[in-house]
């Protein structure tokens, strides 16, 4: 049965840090890895997407690995900024790609100005 | 362009009662997934629409059903509802690798 962890459950950091978020899952045949933002009672918003083929993805100040075998995720936040303040959440889809998502219970970050 | 849309955003109900939550898709996608979010913790997957039929669900009682419509809308149902029944509610549609969320229904039960 996959589980998907995420380490820290919580961080606060200064405005202009570099950071890193963890993310890691039982299973290493997963089909992909995705990283969303949650604001506070609002929905999922997705940050990156990485096919079970790659190693990396990036997006603006946001970058996501992938280490299938050592069951491993990262996403780096380079110059946070408080409107980064969130939680972020990853999840895994099984590598039968049958659109079930199974996610951590994410990090919330809070970034002070 | 809509994104994923959801009705109503909250919902106060009683223990026992049945509710009914909505939710209509991104253009051009055809799969509707539905998920439960307690306070605190990731969404859990509920079951997945696909082609008007269920495709595949998660460990969730049968009091949690559901439907999806021929323009790929769909609704869900919980009979008989528990005061640990509340939730976020959260549904994503997709066509293909990528989920898209809505900004989900608040469900209070009292």
């Known amino acids: 049965k996959q589980e998907v962890t995420q380490i820290p459950a919580a961080l606060s950091v200064p405005e202009g840090e570099n950071l890193v978020l963890n993310c890691s899952f039982t299973?290493?045949?997963?089909?992909?890895l995705q990283w969303f933002r949650q604001d506070p009672g609002k929905g999922l918003t997705s940050l990156l997407l990485?096919?079970?083929?790659?190693r990396e993805q990036t997006s603006g100040r946001l970058n996501a690995s992938l280490d299938k075998s050592s069951g491993r995720s990262t996403l780096y936040i380079a110059a946070s900024q408080p409107g980064d303040s969130a939680t972020y959440l990853c999840?895994?889809?099984?590598?039968?790609?049958?659109?079930?998502?199974?996610f951590g219970q994410g990090t919330t970050l809070q970034v002070k100005p | 362009d809509a994104g994923v849309t959801q009705s109503p955003t909250h919902l106060i109900k009683t223990r026992g009662q049945q509710v009914t939550l909505r939710c209509s898709p991104k253009?051009?996608?055809?799969?509707v997934s539905w998920y439960q979010q307690a306070l605190g913790q990731g969404p859990q997957f509920i079951f997945q629409?696909?082609?008007?039929?269920?495709?595949q669900r998660g460990n969730f009682p049968d009091r949690f059903s559901g439907h999806q419509f021929p323009n790929y809308s769909s609704e869900l149902n919980v009979n008989a509802l528990l005061l640990g029944d509340s939730a976020l509610y959260l549904c994503?549609?997709?066509?293909?690798?990528?989920?898209?969320f809505g900004p989900g229904t608040r469900l209070t039960v009292t």
């Open positions: 629409y696909y082609e008007e039929e269920e495709r």
């Open positions: 990485i096919q079970s083929s790659q």
């Open positions: 999840a895994v889809r099984g590598s039968s790609n049958t659109g079930k998502l199974i």
């Open positions: 994503a549609s997709s066509v293909g690798f990528e989920q898209y």
């Open positions: 299973d290493s045949a997963i089909y992909n």
């Open positions: 253009s051009g996608h055809d799969t």
